[in-house]
T-cell receptor, first 114, second 110 residues
Framework: GAVVSQHPSRVICKSGTSVKIECRSL??????MFWYRQFPKQSLMLMAT?????????EQGVEKDKFLINHASLTLSTLTVTSAHPEDSSFYIC??????????FGPGTRLTVL | DAKTTQPPSMDCAEGRAANLPCNHS???????VYWYRQIHSQGPQYIIH???NNETNEMASLIITEDRKSSTLILPHATLRDTAVYYC???????????FGPGTRLSVLP
């Protein structure tokens, strides 16, 4: 299947700093990318849906000014956690949808905020 | 909310078939049944999906009941590397995200 990468795979930052996570579709163009968050021992929860060239659609309860999403090209979407706090520590996972609606998940990014 | 219910955990002996059930009694006619699995600290991995017919690929078989209200994922010869959380998800084929429930934690025992 197609490959989706995320960078970095893990990041540790101090409280109050901003962290950018990249999601790339390596061998296909993704018109839509999804961002999920997973807390320990819980399931994945959708944060937002990102379409290339337009504003992201955020799920209820997800602050759009805190979790900035940019989908600048058909192969790259970025999630920036602004002013991160310890409660933002989580496993962030993206998925990318192909033109025929197959979806492929990235390997995830482990964020730890001290 | 997820539209599926799965047992929270199951054990399976290595080399034996693992049969993971899923109930989706409110599934609509155009919704597919998808199965993904997540090995610890990794992203979800696609296994198989189907609409109404049984499906088989190199990883697993998917058996969907005639009324489509439940399904079973079968791993024919489970190995230790199949230990993971298995998610059963119903979804229209186009345009939607996946809604993950708690899944079934499968432990394959030596």
């Amino acid at each position: 299947g197609a490959v989706v990468s995320q960078h970095p795979s893990r990041v540790i930052c101090k409280s109050g700093t901003s962290v950018k996570i990249e999601c790339r579709s390596l061998d296909f163009q993704a018109t839509t990318m999804f961002w999920y968050r997973q807390f320990p021992k819980q399931s994945l929860m959708l944060m937002a849906t990102s379409n290339e060239g337009s504003k992201a659609t955020y799920e209820q309860g997800v602050e759009k000014d805190k979790f900035l999403i940019n989908h600048a090209s058909l192969t790259l979407s970025t999630l920036t956690v602004t002013s991160a706090h310890p409660e933002d520590s989580s496993f962030y996972i993206c998925s990318a949808a192909t033109g025929n609606d197959e979806q492929f998940f990235g390997p995830g990014t482990r964020l730890t905020v001290l | 909310d997820a539209k599926t219910t799965q047992p929270p955990s199951m054990d399976c002996a290595e080399g034996r078939a693992a049969n993971l059930p899923c109930n989706h009694s409110t599934i609509s006619g155009n919704e597919y049944v998808y199965w993904y699995r997540q090995i610890h600290s990794q992203g979800p991995q696609y296994i198989i999906h189907g609409l109404k017919n049984n499906e088989t690929n190199e990883m697993a078989s998917l058996i969907i009941t005639e009324d489509r209200k439940s399904s079973t994922l079968i791993l024919p010869h489970a190995t230790l590397r199949d230990t993971a959380v298995y998610y059963c998800i119903v979804r229209f084929l186009y345009g939607q995200n996946f809604v993950f429930g708690p899944g079934t934690r499968l432990s394959v025992l030596p």
